[in-house]
């Protein structure tokens, strides 16, 4: 039920990451002195928000325990009893599924210790592991000085004492704060479109006006134009607030893969688009607004609050399916992003009714309402339509049907933006179009694109890579024809040059003929019988930065040279939902009591385990020991800095 509840909410475009050195965790020192011999040793951990700080007790198999060492070699002191902690929070953690304690924003850990001899200050270090909702870094390691002063009184604590971070964790962070503006970005550009609809761009001059007349000064006109514009916001925050709050983060991440989802989610945004193409309209039940809008009567900000809430009610046939999809989109990418982005959305319809009440002239150079209003919504369902095949694609990549291979989706593409060109040029009609004896400017000018776009997916067909939509169709090699109709074997040096036949375990990767294995031990196995260091590619087929890495940055000569002769890739698809052999099923060390029944909860559970790390793309450089040659990285779409890290990596295997 949730699922479905949640599917009625829905846009977008797959928001981009990056890998970067990450630091969510701040640590202080302090002091209480108790006695004359006896302190309390004060850690508080300042931790960023969205992340947590595991226990200092956690169950078997889960992650790395916070851990607290004092240096007392020199017999300076002894310590009293244990390490003490706050209550904190136990909960079902959604990276490791276990019932895990851990910490939000602070933790506060005491130590009590008794002086053998006169010390200033107190060495420690501590070990800890931090993770969100999606991912967790590796384990870090800092120190901790305790500064003892003999002026300190009895029962008072001293300044506390930033300590720096010693070693950092690198990982990857989806919902790093480039993300998060991404989301943003995108969520206001998606706002604006949802303003220049027939549901709510005729509301503009209408409620302005409604502002501007009814009150009895100029700026207090303004003023509740700007509180309306207020409550907007805050009624799409406190929309995305709800969803991060029922769902959770991990939950909606996990929908991403989940088959039944995505075709649940294509047939709600093919309805969804046939409605904006004019077939019929999706609306709330005219008695909600009926009873808000008598509450919009009261007067006062109660008042302005529901004039904004029947707004949101009123409109919601045109702003629903984008509201929706945005906030689906968003929440799967956890943490903050459904807030960032109901923030984004809300904004772009909120501000126009602020602007305009501040400069009410402003409103005769607004555009009358018209049949241009309803073309906005009828090229925003064809956007929806075209979006729609994504999420059956990715239902079809996970199964591995090859019902929707590349070619298919390309071909209706094609068909969509082509329709939407002749749409936009007047050569085609729909039910609620206006008359039009003749076509503006921006139409032709919006369509001379669209057609531009449709001429230059065509070569897809023929096996063109398509750079522009790299994240939205299947992988090249996910097709009728992987090398392209016509077109031989691109590359021009092949890896099997000096053997003949294919490894065992091994294929070649269409377009550019790299041997990769989808098998952890006979990958690693090949690597040692060449002397090559592996490179594992933990991988979805559902990801869509993974297929942005493949078909952006894999095929450049320097990275393509790599990848062929110089390392052996092992892509391990944490999505393939194919069944283990009988003899591969296993109890999951994750979850104990539960068997490992596909091929991508082993190489999931092979990712979290050993590399504290479940987000995808993730690459690891290790040499035949399965040791690591430098630090994993995820999504690096800068193929420079990707260069970079393969010939590192590579330097130090050899």
Request: net charge negative.
């Amino acid at each position: 039920m949730k699922r479905l509840l949640l599917t009625l909410s829905v846009l977008l475009l797959s928001i981009t990451s990056n890998s970067q050195v990450l630091n969510p965790v701040k640590w202080a020192t302090s002091v209480v002195k108790l006695s004359d011999t006896e302190y309390e040793l004060i850690s508080t951990a300042t931790i960023e928000p969205g992340w947590h700080l595991y226990s200092q007790i956690v169950p078997e198999d889960g992650p790395i325990a916070t851990t607290f060492t004092y240096d007392d070699s020199d017999g300076n002191f002894k310590t009293i009893g244990n390490t003490t902690e706050e209550a904190g929070h136990t909960v079902d953690d959604p990276v490791f599924e276990m019932k895990i304690k851990y910490f939000e924003n602070t933790a506060v850990f005491k130590q009590k210790i008794e002086l053998l001899k006169e010390v200033s200050t107190v060495m420690a270090f501590v070990e800890f592991m931090v993770c969100d909702d999606a991912r967790c870094l590796p384990p870090t390691e800092i120190d901790l000085v305790f500064n003892l002063s003999d002026k300190t009184p009895t029962g008072t604590e001293t300044i506390l004492t930033e300590t720096k971070v010693s070693k950092e964790g690198k990982g990857t962070d989806p919902a790093s704060n480039k993300g998060l503006w991404s989301i943003f970005f995108i969520a206001f550009l998606s706002g604006f479109a949802a303003l220049l609809t027939p549901c709510v761009f005729p509301m503009i001059p209408m409620t302005v006006s409604f502002f501007t007349k009814q009150s009895k000064t100029k700026a207090a006109g303004i003023k509740n134009a700007i509180i309306y514009g207020i409550c907007i916001i805050v009624i799409y925050v406190l929309l995305g607030t709800a969803v991060t709050g029922i769902f959770g983060a991990d939950a909606l991440n996990a929908l991403a893969t989940n088959v039944w989802f995505n075709i649940i989610f294509f047939l709600l945004l093919v309805v969804f688009a046939v409605s904006f193409l004019g077939a019929f309209e999706i609306m709330l039940p005219n008695s909600w607004a009926n009873k808000v809008d008598s509450q919009a009567d009261r007067g006062g900000l109660i008042g302005i609050f529901f004039m904004a809430l029947a707004l949101a009610i009123v409109s919601f046939s045109c702003t629903g399916p984008i509201v929706g999809t945005l906030l689906v989109e968003a929440a799967s990418k956890g943490g903050l992003a459904p807030i960032i982005g109901m923030l984004g959305f809300s904004l772009a319809i909120a501000l126009p009714f602020a602007l305009f009440a501040a400069f009410p002239g402003w409103l005769n150079s607004l555009p009358k309402s018209g049949g241009w209003l309803n073309t906005v919504k009828v090229v925003l369902g064809f956007l929806e339509l075209a979006l729609a095949f994504k999420f059956l694609s990715q239902a079809d990549l996970v199964l591995q049907a090859h019902f929707l291979e590349r070619e298919v989706f390309i071909s209706i593409w094609i068909a969509i933006f082509g329709a939407l060109a002749f749409y936009l040029f007047g050569k085609i009609k729909l039910p609620h179009d206006s008359p039009l004896t003749h076509i503006s400017v921006g139409r032709l000018s919006l369509g001379l694109v669209v057609l531009s776009f449709t001429v230059y997916m065509i070569p897809g067909l023929w096996g063109a890579p398509l750079n522009l939509i790299s994240a939205f169709p299947p992988p090249l090699e996910y097709s009728e024809s992987p090398y392209g109709v016509g077109f031989s074997k691109m590359g021009t040096t092949s890896v099997l040059e000096n053997h003949e036949g294919l490894p065992d375990g091994g294929h070649l990767l269409a377009p550019h003929d790299i041997l990769a294995f989808n098998d952890y031990d006979k990958g690693l196995a090949y690597a040692k019988k060449v002397g090559k260091p592996v490179m594992i590619d933990f991988t979805g087929w559902a990801c869509v930065n993974c297929r942005k890495m493949e078909q952006n940055v894999w095929p450049k000569p320097e990275i393509l040279n790599i990848l062929k002769n110089e390392v052996v890739l092992i892509s391990l698809y944490v999505d393939d939902k194919r069944p283990l052999e009988d003899q591969e099923i296993v109890e999951s060390q994750l979850h104990p009591g539960k068997k490992l029944k596909y091929i991508g909860q082993k190489w999931s559970e092979l990712q979290t385990v050993k590399y504290k790390a479940n987000s995808q793309p993730f690459y690891v450089l290790m040499n035949h020991d399965v040791e690591n040659l430098i630090d994993p990285v995820g999504y690096t779409p800068d193929v420079e800095e990707y260069h970079d890290w393969l010939k590192k990596g590579i330097s130090n295997f050899k």
